[in-house]
């Protein structure tokens, strides 16, 4: 009964019966290949499968050249706080596979962008080098690109933007400037459109309130455009800081270059005469009074102009302040010789009137004694000194006068 029962139990499942069937040695050692053979497999699989997974864990290895700094973010948010998330040159990095860790890289060195197909040439995809503009009656939107100067005129320019990041910069909240770059903008492409759209905006603002003459002549206010494009980095949080702005091109249109390169040879020949008349004016000024003319030119401009007003007090005071400048000895030139000159002839009249006045004491008292005589002397010495002269030849007397004939003339002299 039992024997019985075993027997039904050995056949219950499928493989028994067939290896009961086919001779249960052989089938036993197939199986067995099988069974290891399964397991080197799975065995090679399973190392494999683990050599991916490292393989695939540090995929994301990451080194920082020279001139960039690295921004790590790990499901969308950045990894560190402040400056502490920034990853300087160098390396390695460990990170996770993308995209479970974004790698970024920051240029650090100062970026430049050129303005040239908003208000130069909208056809053109790189900067000309040289100024190939038709010479045509107008110019066509969507082509030729321009501006409106305060004055309702056409002109055309090439700005230039020089921009970096503020690395290593934190505002009230803590928050780094890459962190407001990457959260803000995200990539330097992005950067560099929202750089042109906002310079372009500011541009056409600055340019809107300049003349055409301040235009052509280069009088740019590009520090008003610097700063309108860093106020809107700051509204935006960008973390861009920009450095400079400069007009590498600045024209009216091509047909008009003739009248205002007239306009300026105008103004330069203008400047040149003032120029002229200037030093004309010093140089007649130093003539006259030396090098100190300026004191002396604002002391009787001073005193002409308290003589205007009418204030009796300032005017004195002025001309006693120009008085002591032209007596200080200071004043040279024209000025001094005349001065000079004046002493001189000052000196010599007082000579004179003292010597007149010392001789007519003199002949007063010989007067008083004599009258005649002194008379007749005096009238021999006047006569002595007309004919002393070597330009008078004859004395002609005039007609109804008595005439005195004087012989007995000194030195010899016949006239």
């Known amino acids: ?17 067939v290896i009961d069937s086919a001779g249960g040695t052989s089938t036993v ?3 067995d290949s099988l069974s290891r053979a399964l397991k080197v497999g799975f065995l090679i699989m399973k190392v494999l499968m683990m050599v991916l997974a490292v393989v695939f864990l540090f995929s994301n290895i990451f080194w ?10 790990r499901f969308g948010k950045i990894v560190g706080k402040g400056t502490a998330s920034i990853r300087p040159p160098g390396g390695p990095y460990l990170a996770f596979p993308y995209p479970l860790d974004k790698i970024v890289r920051i240029p650090t060195t100062i970026q430049k962008i050129s303005l040239f197909n908003a208000f130069w040439s909208e056809k053109e995809e790189m900067e000309p080098v040289i100024d190939d503009r038709p010479e045509s009656e107008g110019l066509r939107p ?7 100067t305060a004055d309702k005129n056409i002109v055309q320019g090439i700005w230039v933007i020089h921009y970096k990041l503020g690395f290593g910069t934190e505002d009230s909240k803590g928050v780094s400037s890459v962190t407001d770059f990457i959260r803000n903008v995200g990539s330097m492409e992005r950067a560099e459109a929202i750089i042109r759209r906002i310079a372009q905006t500011a541009i056409v603002h600055t340019i809107a309130r300049t003349t055409v003459e301040s235009f052509a002549a280069g009088q740019i206010d ?8 860093s106020t809107h980095f700051t509204r935006l949080k960008t973390g861009i800081t920009v450095t400079g702005v400069s007009a590498s091109r600045y024209a009216v249109p091509k047909i008009l270059i003739p009248d205002f390169q007239a306009v300026n040879q105008a103004e330069s ?16 000024l130093h003539e006259l009074a030396g090098s100190g003319w300026r004191e002396l030119l604002e002391a009787i401009e001073t005193h002409e102009r308290t003589v205007q007003s009418g204030q009796k007090a300032a005017e004195r005071a002025a001309f006693e302040a120009a008085k002591e400048i032209f007596l200080a000895g200071e004043i040279g030139g024209s000025v ?17 009137a003292r010597a007149s006045a010392a001789r007519f004491s003199r002949l007063l008292s010989s007067y008083e004694k004599n009258p005649d005589v002194l008379e007749s002397q005096l009238i021999q010495d006047t006569i002595k000194e007309i004919w002393s002269d070597i330009s008078v030849d004859a004395l002609y007397i005039p007609p109804g006068q008595k005439l005195f004939l004087d012989i007995g003339r000194n030195h010899g002299e016949e006239k």
């Open 336 to 352: 001094k010789q005349i001065l000079d000159e004046a002493k001189s002839e000052k000196t010599a009249t007082i000579q004179r």
């Open 1 to 17: 009964m039992n024997d019985h029962r075993t027997e039904q139990k050995a056949h219950t499942s499928y493989l028994d019966h």
């Open 142 to 148: 969507g082509v030729h690109g321009s501006l409106v």
């Open 29 to 31: 050692s197939s199986l």
């Open 64 to 73: 920082v050249p020279e001139g960039y700094v690295g921004v790590q973010s």
């Open 269 to 284: 020949q203008k400047a040149l005469a003032i120029e002229k008349a200037s030093r004309h004016r010093v140089a007649a």
């Open 222 to 229: 590009n520090n008003e455009i610097k700063g309108m494009i």
